[in-house]
């Protein structure tokens, strides 16, 4: 058997967990020498190995656990790359745990791996906690019902399932919603009466609900071809009216009235329907028009926009090249026409080619006395 101080060696020069192989003793008195300081922000990245993951895992433990809990934490990082259900999950929630109740102001847990990784379905309660950054999880009612967290301002969530009725806060102010997926027969509602920006992007499953958002100045929809209709016949539970003869104005849109720029990558139902946004001054609309434009789609947007200044329109197409040309349109105070904003400075039209679908957007333009040229 090698001497202590060999054994060491040899553990470093093979990568061995030389912190996981200290006695629980020494290890917490390792720990009571870190000033508060260090602790501040933690990045806790899982291992490859069974040695190097159980000595991450013990390290983990004695260092939330342990340390001293009068100085808050700044901003805790939990990411894996890959996990074990039966080896990992458990450990991911209690880490979460303890740093939401070592005050944490920025948490983020990111799980990289193929399967989402189950957060426990127990309320989020904290007084510090500010942003939040969730990744690759499964998310249940209990945790996003963020009432418990008066401070969070921050909400973003990648890759999650969010298979629940409703996402509530009412300090929310950013809430981001990218290639997330909800399994649910219903709308998954957003009640964020503060929120000031919004993304979503790439939804899987029925669209969800938004609820009023009368403070909101910047979104961003990018949607998929999915069918926003609640099947759940036998509740009303989440159930939202829906008029299958198009008629009224769009639910989807309707909570976002009150914004001030937009980007839309929607259905044209829904833009046929659009409500008056009575504050929109910039909007990008982005769909496949260029070989069969929804002309009216694009006139009531322009009907309902009445303090609109920009306009851009992107009419890409898969069959052309990727180099992409602009066309920048404006208008002289003599030649306004009163169908459109008096406010309307600039429109902008982005092409990969000049077909026949771009040619009949930019004759429905120019009805309106706007003049474009190539930059």
Same mark, same amino acid.
């Given at each position: 058997?090698? $001497? ?30 870190? $000033? ?41 990082? !939990? ?11 458990? #450990?991911?929630?209690? @880490? ?14 990111? !799980?990289?791996?193929?399967? #989402? ?19 690759g999880l499964s998310l249940q009612q209990k945790f996003?019902d963020l009432a418990g967290c008066p401070a969070l ?8 399932? !969010?298979?629940?009725?409703r996402i509530s806060s009412r300090s929310l102010k ?12 219903? @709308? ?15 939804? &899987? ?5 938004? *609820? ?20 759940? #016949? ?23 009235? &009150?914004?001030?720029?937009? *980007? ?10 659009? $409500?008056?946004?009575?504050?929109? %001054? ?27 200044? %920009? ?14 040309? %602009?066309?920048? &349109?404006? #208008? ?24 026949? &679908?771009?040619?009949?957007?930019? %004759? ?10 190539? *930059?």
């Amino acid at each position: 058997m090698p $001497p202590p101080q060999e054994g060491k060696r040899a553990a470093l020069a093979c990568g061995g967990d030389v912190i996981g192989a200290l006695p629980d003793p020494i290890l917490q008195h390792v720990l009571s020498f870190l $000033p508060a300081q260090a602790t501040r922000g933690l990045r806790f990245v899982g291992l490859d190995g069974a040695d190097a993951v159980q000595g991450l895992r013990k390290f983990m433990d004695h260092l939330l656990v342990l340390r001293d809990r009068a100085a808050d934490l700044d901003a805790v990082e !939990i990411r894996f790359d890959r996990f074990s259900v039966a080896d990992d999950e458990a #450990y991911v929630n209690l @880490w979460t745990r303890f740093a939401v109740t070592s005050k944490v102001r920025d948490l983020t847990v990111h !799980i990289g791996a193929s399967s #989402y990784l189950d957060l426990d379905n127990l309320p989020l309660v904290s007084q510090h906690l500010r942003v939040m950054n969730l990744d690759g999880l499964s998310l249940q009612q209990k945790f996003l019902d963020l009432a418990g967290c008066p401070a969070l301002e921050v909400l973003n969530m990648q890759h999650c399932d !969010i298979s629940v009725g409703r996402i509530s806060s009412r300090s929310l102010k950013h809430l981001s919603l990218r290639s997330c997926r909800s399994n649910s027969n219903c @709308w998954v509602h957003v009640s964020a009466p503060g929120l000031a920006s919004l993304v979503l992007v790439r939804f &899987g499953g029925t669209t969800p609900f938004l *609820e009023n958002m009368a403070l909101l100045e910047t979104a961003r929809l990018d949607l998929s071809d999915d069918f926003d209709v609640c099947f759940d #016949y036998d509740s009303d539970e989440n159930s939202v009216p829906f008029n299958k003869d198009d008629s009224g104005d769009s639910v989807l849109l309707a909570a976002l009235s &009150g914004a001030k720029h937009l *980007e839309l990558f929607v259905f044209r139902r829904d833009l046929r329907q659009c $409500p008056t946004f009575s504050k929109l %001054k910039t909007v990008l609309l982005s769909e496949d028009w260029s070989e069969a434009p929804d002309l009216d789609a694009l006139a009531c947007v322009l009907k309902h926009s009445p303090v609109l200044e %920009k306009l851009t329109l992107q009419l890409f197409t898969n069959k052309g090249p990727k180099q992409e040309m %602009k066309m920048k &349109g404006s #208008y002289s105070s003599a030649e306004r026409s009163a169908a459109i904003s008096e406010h309307l400075k600039v429109v902008e039209v982005q092409c990969n080619v000049v077909n026949q &679908g771009v040619f009949k957007v930019l %004759k429905f333009l120019c009805a309106f006395n706007i003049r474009f040229s190539f *930059e």
